[in-house]
Every structure is written in C-alpha cells, then in structure tokens.
C-alpha cells in the first residue's frame, strides 16, 4: 500500500495556498540526539520537500500528485520507548492516538511504549497542516515506513551482537528474538549506548491490514485523563511567567480604516501597555480587565466602506462572478444538449447554501514570548508551519528564529488555519518585553475569524424514461469545487466552478464545498427520482458504477430499514451519498414534521461510512456521529447574518448550533476494507447529511428546500436558505 | 488594589484580589490558575464553565466574584479524591465521551450536578439538564451514556 500513488486535488480556497512555506527543518544529528538522549533513530527525509512543497497548491481537475516526501522520524531510546514526530495536530480527531497505534503495531512493541511529539516547529519536520483529511493516507505510512526501517535497525543490531544472520529473528513485545535459540533481547538493550541514525529507504514493506494487531482496534485516546481532570492545558490554559493579558480594539465594520486616535487617558494608566501599528490596535495589563479598560478610553475614528448585506447575499454572488474562467476550473464530457435533446424529463435548479461559522469551543487563542529576539509562540492551529512563517515575515526574522507550538487544541472543523491571535500577542509582546497571551472572545471568534463560503448551485439535467441520466450541468458559484464532481455515469456533462467576489472573509470548514455540492446534487437526484416516479436509492443505484458508494448506499438502507413505508402523518425518509477525499458516504434520515407549528425533528439517522482499512473504529465511530451531528447545525438552522459589515448575530444566542435536545438516534455502519489503504475520516462524513434530511422533509410534506439552512425557524416560516430573500 | 474576597473553592479557603464584580471564571483562572474551567462564550450559553456552586451547577462566567464569597465552590480539579476519580470523570474515561475535550469539564460539573440532586436519571432528563452545554465535536450520544453509567457506578459504590 506504501507504494500506491496518492491522488490529491485541492480546493480553490482563500487561505489555504496563499503563502505555501517552502522551508525544510533541519535538526543537526548530533543536536537530534542530545535532545533526546542516545538512541536509534529513523530520518523519513524527503531530499526534494521543497520543491514538492512548490508545486502542490495548485487546483482544479486535473489531479496532482501530493509529494510522497512528506516526513516524519522516530527516536527509540535506551529506556525502549519510542518517540515519534510529526507536524500534525491533534484537534480533537484523535490523531494522536491512532498514529500513535499504526508505530506501535509495525514496530511491535507495546502502544503506552509510542509518544508522539505534534506540532512543534521547532522539534517535528515540516508539514503543510492539519487539512484535508491528509493524516491517515499520508502521515500514518510515512510513520510506518519509518516504524519498519527502525525495526530493520533493530534487528540488525541484534544479529550483529550474536553473530547471527539477520533474517531468522524475529519481533514482538519490544523485543528481538533468536528462535534457534530462545535469546532475545530487549529494544531497550539494543539502542543502550548508540547513536545510531538511517534515513527512511525509499520502499520498505510494510505490514498489511490484516495482520494488524495494535492497528485496527479501539484503543483509548492518550492522555484521556488529563481532559477529564481538567489537567490539559489548552493555549488559554497556559500561564508563563510574567505573562500579561492582551486585548484587540476592533474596527467598527470589517475594512474600516482608521483616521484619528487618541489614546491619552490609556497612555496614563499604570501597569498597562498600548500598541498602535498602523490599524493596529491593543493594550496589554496584569489582568484582562485592566486590558479592556484601557481600550475603553481610546478615542477613535473610523472611515468605513460599503459592504453588501446577507439578504442579498445570493444575488451578489452571482453578480459578481469572474467572467472569465479557466479549464481548471470546467470540465466538459459528450454534449449537454444533446443529454437535454434525448430526455424524456428535464429538471433545472437553483440551491444555495448561507455562511456558516466553525465555532469551536476554543476560541483562538495564543501566547507570544520574546527572547533576545527570537519569538515562540503557543496557538491553536492545524498550521503551525505556516504560522510561524506569517511571524516570521510580518516582524521581519528569520523563519529559524520563530518557534510555533500547538498543545492539543479545542478543535479547529478547519477553522483554525491562520495565524490571527498569533500575531496579535506577539506585536503586544514585544512591546511588553513579557509574555503576552490574547484569547478571542466569541463575538470576535464569530466576526473576526473566516467562515464557510457561501455558494450559489445551479443544475440542470434530464433523465431518460427508464431513469437513465443523460445531462447533468452543473455551476457552483463561490463556495467550491471539492466533490463538484458527480459519481453518477452520465454520459453529457459540464461542471463549472465559478470564482466570485465574496463579501465576507471565508476559508476553510470541514467538508469545504462538498457539503454544498453534495446538498445541490443529492437533492436534485432526489427530485430526479420523484419526476420518473422511482424509488431514491433505485434512482441512485440505477445510475452508478462505484462498488464502493453503492455498499455504503446498500449498507445504510439495510441497517435503516428503507424498504420500510411511512406509517404517521409527517414522517419522511430520506437518502444521500457520495464520496470524498477517498471516503464513501451515505446517509438515511428519518424526520418528523408537526404540520401545525412546523417543527422539524429529525427523529434518527444512519450513516454508512467507507474508508479503507480502518484504523482506530472506536475513534472513527466518535468521528463519524460527531460529523453527523455537526452537519445537522449547517443543514437546519446555523446560519451567519451580517449587514453594513458587520456580523449581527456573534453568540450562541443568536446563533444556534446543534444542542442535546437537537440530536436524534444516529447509527454508524462502518465498513472495513482491509485491502484497500486508510483514507481521512474527519471530515466525509458530514457531507450527505443535509440532503438526506431535505429529501426525508420533502417525503413528510411534499415541500421542496433548496437551501442551507433549511429550518431555521420551522417549516412554515421557511425562507428556504435563509438569508436569501428570493 | 482591591480588598480580598475570601472564596471557598474544593474544600479550601482562597483570597482574591481583584472588583468584586470580576467574573468568578475570570478570578478563578487568572488569579488563582485553576484553568480547568474554561472560557467558551462568556454569557451562560455554552456551559463551558460550569462549577458547582453550593452543589449547584452555575455558569461561572456569569456570577461575580463577590456573589461566590463565602459559599462552597467545586471545580474539575476538586473532584478527584487521593488519586481517585469521581464516578463522572471515570465514566467519561470509559465511555470516551470527548474528541477535543474543550467542553468536558463543563460537561461534568454539569452531571455531578444532576446526580446529586437526581441520582436516576432519565435520558430525557439527561438531555433536559444538558441542553445549556454545547459540545461542537458532536459527542452527544456518548455523554449520555456516560452520566447513566455514572450514575449505576454511584449506586454500586453507595452499597
């Protein structure tokens, strides 16, 4: 499976490739091992990460290679543990303890014997981030080459210390063993005293699936009981010595430019430290309190610009788009006329969905230290790398002077890829001369961070009188080409991706624009499916080739129960799927509509999910219904308003997410492939429910809603996709 | 600098010294370095973090300091005993009933709360004293079955 070439196509999106650093760490051996005392290591250095690096943010159809030289190493000390790093982040995803898994089943020693050092740019090897569901394909065979040269390593020691060959001995427990013999001797024993170090061999096989043994179970996440304690520190948790607390004044609207300050009365306070560069504006105190009272005092004025308000937010956005379009971004097959000449049923529709915010539960956050010019900085992000870059550039150092750490952080949903708050404490640090630490607010998390885009799908298609497809066009406007593509075979096709101008910061969100994408299309094979008058998932299966999206489709709707009729008033059962980031996806819903107060219940759902070999199911199972119950906040009622530029609904109060009472019975059906490699698993399963809970709604009551979000104030007062208007 | 406020937080007596309208999340955290409680929305909406107080479970973002003078605090950190976890702590460990954890302890202080004053709960009475406490991860279901475990493991340890 090592072997295998890894396809990645990346999405179009805003900050992703902006700056790709293209900056290899370098760790001196001798350094290396004084950091970690004596030992064997295995370097899975890549000799061209740089150029690779270049060349990787790239987009569109035509699929791109993603570099095979992503590294990683691992450290075996003289006490037998072993060390592993890479540049991922633990956000929740429970990355830690599955990488963790895949070293200890190759290297065959026990799993509490593996730490994993993550997101240290000081101490793991460069990587482009926490993103795109990339971990379990790229960095966990990265890690298991690694783990096998290093077992190699270990093996060859030993045969040297009998004088034996080394193809005979064999592995297991943190051992080498002689079976001629019945000698063995301990890991620990073997890298006693040495300073052994090999870079990772291009090929090196590694264990298959099936013969997993550590791999492949449910093993508890590591360091569990530091969360239930309340012992893990988050980057707001942490408290350096010295350490004052910073604070940002905002611009009244998003663009304002500042044109006249006075920060007199601030200046006289005592023990507080203000900060103006160019529109910049902070103060740092002893305590937050004092920060913020600080910034109340300054007098300020602002000339704001014109901004676009989310009642026409769908209208703008197809005002608005760049006409001109490269082939990147279109993909043509047959001739949608003539698909549209032969349909026996022509069907065209508009979908749309609204911004939504990630909202995780940490705010951003970090902690800047300045010393003798060198910066570190502790924040929460899926981009370390990339942080310190921005650092590096924004205060004019040296990339090798910045040292960006993220401690296990309060999940991200793809939120978290630049480095705000980052820069934020370190401009007030230097000032300062102490360690300062800024912690976002909510309602700056909710205005000042970037949200989902927004998007605009317009389709058009026809199906034969058997129910065959024979025209799909397909145009997303602004929120993205991730799985624009259909899965179904039709033989005339356009897909078109449309950049626009967009009127609010946007990025990244877990699922990117294959939740749009897969809402447009899955509730427009939907509506396919009632014109020929057959049954969803027949229409849907009719129309596919993928072995693998029609198990999972086969998977959910046995364990549901799809064959089965609605027996109340109100009840609705819907279908989607799709794949995505080498996931297969589907989910069934089933709803309750009170026609009366037009209440939308979604009373349970099920979601069969495909994603190779299957690493860690307990982990993945967390991942899937956690993903499940995210998507239903997008597909129902989250939803961002702004207007004149600024956000008007920044709080949990105004802005709902999904809660205990919102969360219906939900099953995941998770299918182990073990001949196929692990793909990503964070982020696919959020994509088919939405639809399936628009196709379950248009079931109970004949109502079709072809926006995002599709109830946020009840069926009857449905705006579907609020905040449109139209 | 302000005169002292005396609170009582894990069986133990603490001075602060900071308005007494300082939000007690805030006192405890940044003046006394309890961190286990966090920060989520600082308006009573996410329960991000909740601490007993007088048994109770309360948003600490929203009492001020002088209000907790004098009465007894729990936090997360005051729950496990020589070692040992409370009965809720452990059932989140064995359930896995996180993925970030960010809103774990708020979560717990929030079930200790109901076991006490409720020690068999219903599902529904379960969600019904949780729907102030938002997991983005979307762990739901397990904290469920967590709380109903804890509240089994009460019971057995109780006999």
């Given amino acids: 499976m090592s072997g295998s070439s890894i396809k990645f196509q990346p999405e179009p999106e805003r900050y992703e490739f902006t700056a790709a650093p293209m900056h290899r760490f370098e760790l001196p051996r001798r350094d290396f091992f004084k950091f970690l005392g004596a030992g064997i290591a295995v370097f899975a250095v890549a000799r061209d990460t740089l150029a690779a690096q270049e060349t990787a943010p790239t987009q569109g159809f035509h699929q791109e290679e993603l570099p095979k030289d992503i590294t990683a190493w691992l450290h075996i000390g003289e006490d037998g543990n072993v060390t592993a790093f890479t540049g991922k982040v633990e956000i929740g995803q429970n990355i830690r303890t599955s990488l963790a898994q895949t070293v200890a089943d190759e290297l065959h020693l026990p799993f509490e014997s593996v730490t994993m050092v993550t997101a240290d740019t000081a101490l793991t090897p460069f990587d482009f981030g926490t993103v795109g569901s990339r971990s379990m394909p790229t960095m966990s065979p990265q890690l298991r080459r690694a783990a096998a040269a290093a077992r190699d390593l270990l093996v060859g020691a030993a045969a040297k210390e009998w004088n034996v060959a080394a193809e005979g001995l064999t592995t297991a427990d943190g051992k080498v063993t002689d079976p001629a013999t019945g000698r063995s001797l301990r890991y620990a024993d073997l890298a006693r005293g040495k300073t052994l170090a090999q870079n990772l061999p291009a090929e090196d096989p590694v264990t298959p699936p099936d013969q997993?043994?550590?791999?492949?179970?449910?093993?508890p996440k590591k360091d569990a009981r530091a969360f239930v304690t309340g012992k893990h520190q988050y980057t707001p948790d942490l408290r350096r010595p010295g350490q004052l607390y910073g604070k940002v004044l905002r611009p009244p609207s998003f663009g304002a430019t500042l044109t006249s300050y006075d920060a007199k009365a601030a200046l006289a306070m005592s023990g507080v430290i203000v900060v103006r560069d160019g529109d910049f504006i902070?103060?740092?105190?002893?305590?937050?309190?004092?920060?913020?009272?600080?910034?109340?005092?300054?007098?300020?004025?602002?000339?704001?610009?014109?901004?676009?308000?989310?009642?026409?937010?769908?209208?703008?956005?197809?005002?608005?788009?760049?006409?001109?379009?490269?082939?990147?971004?279109?993909?043509?097959?047959?001739?949608?006329?003539?698909?549209?000449?032969?349909?026996?049923?022509?069907?065209?529709?508009?979908?749309?969905?609204?911004?939504?915010?990630?909202?995780?539960?940490?705010?951003?956050?970090?902690?800047?230290?300045w010393s003798d010019g060198k910066l570190t900085v502790w924040t929460g992000s899926q981009r370390p790398f990339a942080v310190r870059d921005e650092l590096a550039s924004v205060f004019h150092v040296s990339e090798s002077d910045v040292r960006v750490i993220v401690p296990d952080t309060g999940s991200a949903y793809g939120g978290k890829h630049t480095g705000d708050a980052a820069l934020e404490a370190a401009r007030l640090a230097r000032a300062a001369g102490r360690p300062v630490q800024v912690v976002w607010?909510?309602?700056?998390?909710?205005?000042?961070?970037?949200?989902?885009?927004?998007?605009?799908?317009?389709?058009?298609?026809?199906?034969?009188?058997?129910?065959?497809?024979?025209?799909?066009?397909?145009?997303?406007?602004?929120?993205?080409?991730?799985?624009?593509?259909?899965?179904?075979?039709?033989?005339?096709?356009?897909?078109?991706?449309?950049?626009?101008?967009?009127?609010?910061?946007?990025?990244?969100?877990?699922?990117?624009?294959?939740?749009?994408?897969?809402?447009?299309?899955?509730?427009?094979?939907?509506?396919?499916?009632?014109?020929?008058?057959?049954?969803?998932?027949?229409?849907?299966?009719?129309?596919?080739?993928?072995?693998?999206?029609?198990?999972?489709?086969?998977?959910?709707a046995k364990s549901f129960g799809w064959s089965h009729k609605k027996t109340q008033e109100g009840q609705g059962f819907g279908i989607a799927g799709g794949l995505e980031k080498g996931g297969y996806v589907a989910t069934c819903a089933e709803v309750s509509v009170d026609h009366t107060s037009g209440a939308v219940r979604v009373v349970r759902m099920t979601t069969a999910f495909e994603c190779g070999a299957i690493v860690n199911p307990d982990g993945l199972r967390n991942q899937v219904i956690g993903a499940n119950i995210q998507g239903l906040g997008g597909a129902l009622f989250e939803f961002i308003e702004f207007e004149n530029g600024r956000i008007t609904n920044p709080r949990f109060s105004r802005y709902r997410v999904p809660r205990f009472r919102d969360v219906p019975e939900i099953e995941a059906v998770l299918l182990d492939r073990k001949d196929l490699p692990s793909a990503g698993a964070g982020e696919t399963p959020i994509m088919a429910v939405a639809p399936a809970i628009g196709n379950a709604i248009f079931q109970a009551t004949g109502t079709r809603l072809r926006g995002l979000p599709m109830v946020p104030n009840g069926l009857n007062t449905a705006q579907s996709g609020v905040p449109s208007t139209s | 600098?302000?005169?002292?406020?005396?609170?009582?937080?894990?069986?133990?007596?603490?001075?602060?010294?900071?308005?007494?309208?300082?939000?007690?999340?805030?006192?405890?955290?940044?003046?006394?370095?309890?961190?286990?409680?966090?920060?989520?929305?600082?308006?009573?909406?996410?329960?991000?973090?909740?601490?007993?107080?007088?048994?109770?479970?309360?948003?600490?973002?929203?009492?001020?300091?002088?209000?907790?003078?004098?009465?007894?605090?729990?936090?997360?950190?005051?729950?496990?005993?020589?070692?040992?976890?409370?009965?809720?702590?452990?059932?989140?460990?064995?359930?896995?009933?996180?993925?970030?954890?960010?809103?774990?302890?708020?979560?717990?202080?929030?079930?200790?709360?109901?076991?006490?004053?409720?020690?068999?709960?219903?599902?529904?009475?379960?969600?019904?004293?949780?729907q102030g406490n938002i997991c983005r991860c979307g762990t739901h279901p397990r904290i469920i079955d967590a709380v109903h475990q804890a509240a089994k493991s009460i019971e057995e340890r109780g006999r």
């Fill in chain 1, 441 to 556: 607010t909510r309602e700056e998390e909710f205005t000042w961070a970037y949200f989902r885009p927004a998007g605009v799908m317009e389709i058009k298609s026809g199906i034969a009188a058997d129910g065959a497809l024979t025209a799909w066009e397909f145009h997303n406007y602004n929120s993205g080409m991730s799985a624009i593509d259909t899965p179904y075979v039709v033989p005339n096709q356009h897909i078109q991706f449309h950049s626009t101008q967009c009127p609010l910061r946007s990025g990244s969100y877990r699922g990117l624009a294959a939740t749009a994408n897969f809402f447009a299309r899955e509730s427009h094979m939907d509506e396919l499916a009632h014109a020929a008058q057959i049954d969803p998932l027949e229409f849907r299966l009719k129309n596919l080739s993928d072995s693998r999206l029609r198990a999972v489709f086969d998977a959910a």
């Fill in chain 1, 212 to 219: 997993w043994t550590i791999a492949g179970k449910s093993i």
């Fill in chain 1, 282 to 369: 902070g103060a740092a105190a002893g305590n937050e309190r004092d920060a913020s009272r600080a910034l109340e005092t300054i007098q300020t004025e602002w000339k704001e610009v014109s901004h676009t308000s989310s009642k026409e937010l769908f209208s703008y956005l197809k005002k608005n788009a760049t006409v001109k379009s490269d082939d990147r971004s279109r993909k043509t097959t047959g001739s949608v006329e003539d698909g549209f000449a032969a349909a026996a049923h022509r069907l065209d529709a508009t979908y749309t969905v609204a911004f939504i915010a990630h909202a995780p539960l940490e705010p951003r956050a970090a902690v800047a230290e």
């Fill in chain 2, 1 to 130: 600098m302000a005169k002292p406020i005396e609170l009582e937080i894990n069986g133990k007596r603490q001075a602060v010294h900071c308005d007494p309208e300082t939000p007690l999340l805030t006192a405890l955290r940044d003046e006394l370095g309890l961190t286990g409680t966090k920060y989520g929305c600082g308006e009573g909406q996410c329960g991000a973090c909740t601490i007993l107080l007088s048994g109770a479970p309360r948003r600490s973002c929203q009492i001020p300091v002088s209000a907790a003078a004098a009465k007894p605090i729990t936090t997360i950190e005051g729950l496990e005993k020589d070692g040992r976890l409370h009965p809720v702590q452990q059932a989140f460990l064995d359930s896995g009933a996180f993925q970030c954890a960010y809103c774990t302890s708020g979560m717990i202080l929030s079930s200790v709360g109901l076991l006490r004053t409720n020690p068999h709960p219903t599902s529904a009475e379960i969600i019904q004293s949780l």
